[in-house]
């Protein structure tokens, strides 16, 4: 064989075995499958310890009169609705929201400090659209599971405390394949309400138009509020929050 086009082979052969290896030795993570145990058992480590890290120092820095728990929808509240969030001023609000949060890493969170030491008039909670967003495998029946057991370690380690338990978002089209999960869990989740400690409350129909679809300017992605989409959560909420937080 020619002795160029020798040295042209073992140069292609020597890059192609080292994309594989490469490829190799960076696996894409995969998920493990999703039990019914799943959303009601906490992870074992935060999902984000910086977040957590905050929560807890903000535990040391004054009375919370009202805890707000979720993801990032909950998270995103005070600088994507600043205005609305505002409102909240008088109640002494905390917002212990993390992006991309299971309900199972609330549990995590609400078992490892986040509520010593505080004692809320309110606690406003809604949780639960990554879990069915993340796993395809997630049943609806799981993630409400989940939610209960938040709202049941909430019962017990803030015993004077209420709970406003917020209906999960709607998210996507009309037609969207997760509305008619989310539809499933709230009817679950509702059941929770006991005219007394705990308040459900679905809003969602207020991001939806006519057609059953989320307009651009209430979620741009059809998940994030924005600020109108927080005026519009703060407006649909605030009566019942009014009426619990007295």
Known sequence: MNRHILLSFCIAFSASTLAVAQTSA???????????????????????????????????????????????????????????????????????GVSGELTEDVIWRITNGELKGIHPKVVVLMIGTNNIGHYRDEKPEWT??????????????????????????????AQNPYRAQITEINKTISKLDDGKTVRFLDIGHVFLDANGNIPADVMPDGLHPNGHGYDLWFAAMNPLFTEMIK
């Open 144 to 173: 409400a599971a989940g939610i209960a057991k938040i709202v049941e370690i909430l019962r017990r380690d803030l015993p004077d405390s209420k709970i406003l338990l917020l209906g999960v978002f709607p998210r996507g089209a």
């Open 26 to 96: 960076s696996p894409t993570p995969v998920s493990l499958p999703r039990t019914p145990l799943s959303a009601v058992t906490p992870t074992t480590l935060p999902r984000n310890p910086k977040r957590h890290d905050q929560f807890m120092f903000r535990i040391t820095q004054g009375d919370i009169g009202v805890l707000f728990l979720g993801d990032s929808i909950t998270d995103f509240w005070p600088k994507a609705g600043e205005w609305s969030w505002l409102k909240f001023a008088p109640s002494n609000p905390a917002d212990f």
